[in-house]
């Protein structure tokens, strides 16, 4: 028995949702006296590699090579079920992000799995259980599911579990993984990244506006309020329906699910199916003129006044405390 992680990385780089996901499943295994293994697809350095020991992996199985150089769902599942077998791994852990969705069922299909998918919690495995805590109905509640098969899979929400170093270098081991032809059914030809800023679903920071703001016109001050904070731009549906903004910005139950540890909604009313894709921010900020907007419910910190007068003197503020520190 071990516990296998699947390591996402972008052009090379692992992303910090990775880490977090490493380091939850170092936690899994702890629980379980085992062995935490990793396994890395795509064309990554050897010093990336062996820097998820950082977080508590033993052993990366490396998978590299022109074929998988891109995502592809069906053969990446198919190589990480494999390494699963390889390992007897029978808790396989990996990030909740866009391919990760795509993944862990495919994987539990492979695996004869019960799936987690969403987890925000480490599983509770008293009494003979094993329980997680995860998201349910598009983010609006939590499910406690208890997975009763031999092989579990759980895909864990970003921002949820914080990144724990343990200190050591993993070793590198190459793995040669058999993708049947029927897996590069639909391929990957190219990628086109829709913006070089902060990837939204990874962000740690979330700046996002809503018609309060008007128009595109007003959108330099949200954006100069996400650079001072290093934060990613996000939007409600109608501001991207309406062109204002791109739609890899719109959030919500049929946009991007985000979880940062900050969420500044301006000029969002807080409408059920907004409020589906970000209620697992930990620190949500409203700022809307209206004192009954509905976003100010769910809020840990409110500010009622016109955007136009608050996010001018956020900004003053931000860049104060910047020059003090
Ligand atoms: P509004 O509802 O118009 O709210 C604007 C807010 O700005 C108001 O609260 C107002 O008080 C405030 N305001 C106005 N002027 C100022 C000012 N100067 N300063 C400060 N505050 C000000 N919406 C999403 O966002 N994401 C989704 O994924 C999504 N999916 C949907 C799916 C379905 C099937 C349906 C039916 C709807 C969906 N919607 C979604 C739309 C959703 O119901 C709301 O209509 C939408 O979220 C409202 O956007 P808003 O808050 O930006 O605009």
Not at 186 to 192: E, L, Q, R
Not at 194 to 206: G, M, N
Request: proline fraction near 3%; glycine fraction near 8%; charged fraction near 20%.
């Amino acid at each position: 028995m071990s516990v296998l992680v699947y390591t996402e990385n972008v052009d090379g780089k692992f992303k910090k949702s990775t880490f977090e996901a490493v380091s939850y499943a170092r936690a899994v295994a702890d629980q379980n006296n085992t062995s935490l293994v990793a396994i890395s697809i795509g064309n990554v350095s050897a010093d990336e590699l062996t820097s998820l020991g950082k977080y508590g992996a033993v052993k990366v199985l490396n998978v590299s090579g022109e074929k998988l150089k891109n995502f592809i769902n069906q053969a990446y599942a198919s190589v990480i079920a494999e390494a699963a077998k390889k390992e007897s791994a029978d808790i396989v852990v990996l990030s909740n992000s866009f391919s990760g969705r795509g993944l862990a069922p495919r994987i539990g299909v492979k695996l004869q799995a019960g799936v987690a998918d969403g987890a925000v919690s480490l599983p509770d495995q008293s009494g003979g259980k094993f329980t997680v805590k995860k998201t349910a109905f598009s983010g609006k509640a939590f499910a406690i599911v208890e997975l009763t098969s031999a092989n579990k899979v759980i895909s864990l929400i970003p921002n949820s579990y914080k990144l724990v170093e343990t200190g050591s270098a993993a070793i590198v081991e190459d793995f040669a993984a058999e993708a049947k032809e029927s897996d590069f059914k639909a391929m990957i030809k190219d990628i086109v990244r829709s913006t070089d800023k902060v990837s939204l679903p990874d962000a740690d920071i979330v700046v996002s506006g809503g018609r309060g703001l008007k128009g595109p016109e007003n959108w330099a001050m949200v954006e100069e309020l996400a650079d001072l904070l290093g934060a990613a731009l996000a939007c409600s549906k109608p501001v991207s329906d309406a062109g204002w903004r791109p739609h890899s910005e719109h959030v919500g139950q049929t946009g991007i699910a985000v979880s940062p540890n900050l969420y500044i909604a301006i000029g969002i009313s807080g409408a059920i199916q907004h409020l589906a894709g970000i209620s697992s921010s930990k620190v949500i900020v409203v700022i809307n003129k209206d004192p009954e907007a509905p976003f100010f419910k769910v809020a840990d910190y409110g500010i009622v006044g016109d955007a136009f007068e608050v996010i001018p003197k956020l900004i003053s503020a931000v860049k104060e405390y910047k020059a003090s520190v």
